[in-house]
């Protein structure tokens, strides 16, 4: 009896172990796959080259570094003030039968598949874009719109739950002190909820930065510098995808190569996150 | 008077925001319900695709769909609640948590594409399983196992500790205080996030592209390659065969997300009416 | 001796559950008023009646009218936001903002349209003088007013209502959540604060409204029992009721 339970527990810590097996694992795939490449061609090269030619050999991805630090910067920029201002809206002055209603419906615009926004996109906002900007449509505006709808219901509600969880007492010392509901929110609520909301943020920010589909079915796929929100471009992201199905050799390990500068970024990113929220406590 | 002015003003610019964010739903979801409503048919749902897509229905997508999603819940319930009972119940070392609970963090964080990328390069080629419902659902696993992990712990937090404190002031063991009372308390929650990872996994289009590839044959074994829902949306719009069929293929992922969630709320408020 | 405050027939609905019943109150300026009453009977939702706080409370209605120099906090076009900074209120439990000590005291008068920082400066030395806090703060003042320990947080919270200039101070059993040292600070500081202030303080400890406070009314399920000058309430109650309360018949 007890040997059996002895085995149990041996299978539970190996599923515990999974999570860092798998990590690992990715890890080191991924490094041996891109490795060719940062060996023939170099990282600097690689990191910050300006040209993307596959068939002649050329391999910057800097274009596409600058495709998706756009897209994304532009989503966050839309993004952000939004979502903290539902988040205020749904915690602090909306009618609670309001608030419910809102909270599944942010539920559902953040369970859509991003393929699904991507042929919204596709469909419904390049065709406008085009009317109203010239050009294709296909741009870094389209793409920042669409990841914008995309990580709105992140931030939201994770700035939610963190508004929600100020304690009442310091908006009823603020109301008793004169003040309107408003300068309530903004001058002590939004504050005591900041290590939250720039979690939310992070967070948003991560989706951002690893969303593939959507953004690639509106932006265009240029690997080009982006000269103004109306460029096409293409992010990291989006270049692994296209071009994954058909690249061999050197041109494939490039590729994976992104995806190792994609994870350094990400950790980069979830340590800093860690970072601030540790802060905060 | 100034003061009242500037209040009432913020005030309309924030439900502004929560306006303009409810109408990015609205609009969405009634664009492609309008386009899509048409199409979708009893034999748009049974018959497979004629002419690449262009015509016919999405069976064998369906399938693949049900295929991928079955096998990676398969694969990564076990695995989830099983590191999640681990950590609840045996894991006394706090760095080595430390460490795990860190790797499970990152598992999280990364991008679906990179697992595309691993997935291919492991499951397709280093194991030699080629694009196939395997490889798919196994890459799959590893991207809703932070998700399982991570819920089934809060489910097994949340068990109140006078229901474990009781059970073991009757003699019980650690053991069957965990298989009898705790586990039992914990399935609502535990359930609640397998159904979250299926709303996930439904979705995932980049690593399923690369993984269990995009052939239009109904899979018939494991090392089929299969077209999920989604990857044959990706198709069909990018490579401009149908609109129609896009609609109709977006709205029925739409419904289908749609539901899962409505079963997921449900069952976390009778799990909070049971512990209130 | 001026009236500072008339209630007159206040009755006070929490949905359908009747909190207050008909009450009549005159609070002179310049005094000391004291709430007693044991639990549940009413002092504090009396008390929030007064700055209107309640109205922060769903599903609430009050009848009656309560005169603030004669004008009906209750009105029609009654500016609610100026209303609590006229009458201001402490609570309980200490609750400073998570701020610096200068940013929580010179919140009022911010809030209230004052930017310059040398005013600012000079509103926070005269709160916390006032408050008998000034000397321990001094060179602190823009540390984080949650480092404070709870008597000191509690002065800070009186010194962020005397910023404001108001005329009442609202006090909500202010010494119940502090160790004896910091109520006797702050019991001396309300008998000082009622020369400029008028001051209305709910408490449950008998022996504090023996000392600190000119009046006394005694509230029992809603009512307002009796009511007079502290030592009457005292030592001659008119009601029964009041002296059942008083020897501790019942709490």
């Known amino acids: 009896m007890k040997r059996r339970r002895e085995k149990i527990v041996f299978f539970l810590a190996l599923a515990a172990t999974i999570s860092v097996a798998a990590v690992s694992l990715l890890c080191i795939f991924i490094i041996i796959e891109g490795w060719p490449l940062l060996k023939n061609v170099g990282f600097t090269p690689f990191l910050f080259g300006t040209t993307w030619e596959p068939s002649q050999g050329k391999f910057g991805i800097l274009p596409m570094v600058a495709g998706t630090l756009a897209v994304t910067f532009g989503a966050l920029l839309l993004a952000v003030p939004l979502a903290v201002g539902t988040a205020l809206l749904l915690s602090e002055f909306a009618p609670k039968r309001f608030a419910s209603f809102m909270r599944p419906a942010l539920q559902l615009l953040a369970g859509i598949p991003s393929v699904v926004y991507g042929f919204f996109g596709l469909v419904f906002l390049i065709p406008r874009l085009a009317a109203l900007f010239g050009g294709s449509g296909f741009s870094v505006l389209a793409g920042s719109i669409i990841l914008t709808i995309m990580i709105l219901p ?13 304690p009442k007492s310091y908006r009823e010392g603020s109301l008793a002190l004169g003040a309107t509901s408003w300068e309530t929110a903004r001058r002590v609520v ?15 920010l991560g989706r951002a930065l690893g969303e593939t589909m959507a953004v690639l079915m509106v932006t265009g796929n240029v690997a080009t510098f982006p000269q103004s929100p109306h460029s096409p471009v293409r992010t990291l992201t989006g270049n692994i995808a296209l071009e994954m199905g058909y690249a061999t050799g050197l041109h494939r390990s490039a590729l994976f190569a992104t995806g190792i500068v994609l994870f350094v970024l990400i950790i980069i990113l979830t340590l800093f996150a860690n970072w601030t929220r540790g802060r905060a406590s | 008077m100034r003061r009242i002015y500037k209040d009432k003003l913020s005030v309309g610019l924030l439900w502004l925001c929560g306006l303009l964010s409810l109408a990015f739903l609205l609009l969405v979801v009634g664009y492609i319900f309008v386009r899509g409503v048409g199409a979708i048919s009893w034999e748009f749902l049974t018959a497979p695709p004629r002419l690449m897509g262009k015509e016919g229905g999405i069976w064998p997508s369906i399938v693949s769909t049900v295929y991928l999603v079955t096998l990676s819940l398969l694969f990564a319930s076990p695995v989830g609640v099983g590191a999640a009972i681990y950590f609840f119940e045996y894991a006394k070392n706090k760095r080595v948590i430390r460490y795990l609970r860190f790797a499970t963090e990152i598992l999280a964080a990364v991008p679906s594409i990179l697992f595309g990328l691993f997935g291919f390069s492991f499951f397709v080629n280093f194991l030699g399983l080629g694009w196939s419902v395997l490889s798919g659902s196994l890459t799959l696993a590893l991207m809703i196992l932070p998700t399982i992990q991570r819920t089934a712990e ?16 009757l003699g019980a063991t650690r053991w069957q205080t965990m298989v009898q009372v705790v586990l039992p308390a914990a399935t609502s929650g535990i359930i609640t996030g397998i159904i979250l990872a299926v709303g996930r996994s439904i979705g995932e289009t980049a690593a399923v592209l690369l993984t269990a590839g995009s ?22 719009a990018t490579e401009g065969i149908s609109n129609q069929r896009a609609y109709a293929t977006s709205l029925l992922l739409i419904v289908l997300v749609f539901l899962i969630n409505i079963l997921a709320n449900q069952l976390r408020r009778r799990l909070s009416r049971r512990s209130a | 001796m001026s009236t500072k405050i008339q209630v007159r027939g206040l009755d006070f609905f929490y949905g359908d559950h009747q909190a207050l019943v008909d009450i009549n109150l005159d609070i002179p300026a310049n005094q000391v008023v004291a709430l007693i009453g044991p639990s549940g009977c009413g002092k504090s939702t009396f008390l929030r009646t007064l700055n209107r706080m309640n ?19 209750y009105g029609k076009d009654i500016d609610v936001v100026q209303l609590r900074k006229r009458v201001g209120m402490v609570f309980q439990r200490p609750n400073p903002f998570p701020m610096s000590i200068f940013d929580n005291i010179a919140y009022g008068p911010r809030i209230h349209g004052q930017r310059d920082r040398t005013s600012l400066s000079q509103v926070v030395e005269a709160s916390l003088k006032q408050a008998a806090l000034w000397d321990e703060v001094r060179d602190r003042l823009n540390q984080s007013a949650l480092s404070l320990s709870g008597g000191q947080q509690q002065r800070l919270c009186i010194a962020r209502v005397l910023a404001v200039e108001s005329e009442v101070l609202l006090m909500d059993e202010p010494c119940s959540a502090l160790d004896p040292i910091s109520t006797i600070k702050i019991e001396e500081l309300i008998y000082q604060l009622k020369e400029d202030y008028t001051i209305i303080m709910v408490t449950h400890n008998l022996q504090q409204a023996g000392r600190v406070a000119d009046r006394t009314a005694f509230f029992l399920t809603g009512e307002l029992v009796e009511e007079g000058p502290t030592e009457q309430i005292f030592q001659r109650p008119a009601d029964s009721r009041t002296e059942d309360y008083i020897t501790g018949r019942f709490g």
């Open chain 1, 154 to 166: 992140t931030i939201a509600s994770i700035s939610e739950d963190a508004i929600r969880a100020v």
């Open chain 1, 190 to 204: 939004l504050p005591a909820a900041r290590s939250g909301i720039i979690t939310a943020i992070l967070l948003g």
């Open chain 2, 154 to 169: 809060e489910a097994l937090a949340s068990v109140p500790k006078s229901y474990i404190e009781g059970s073991l002031a």
């Open chain 2, 215 to 236: 052939s239009l044959a109904t899979p018939n074994s494991l090392f089929s390659p299969a077209r999920s829902l989604s990857v044959h949306l990706f198709i069909l």
């Open chain 3, 55 to 73: 109205d922060t409370i769903d599903d609430v209605r009050a009848q009656g009218k309560v005169l603030l120099d004669s004008e009906d906090i």
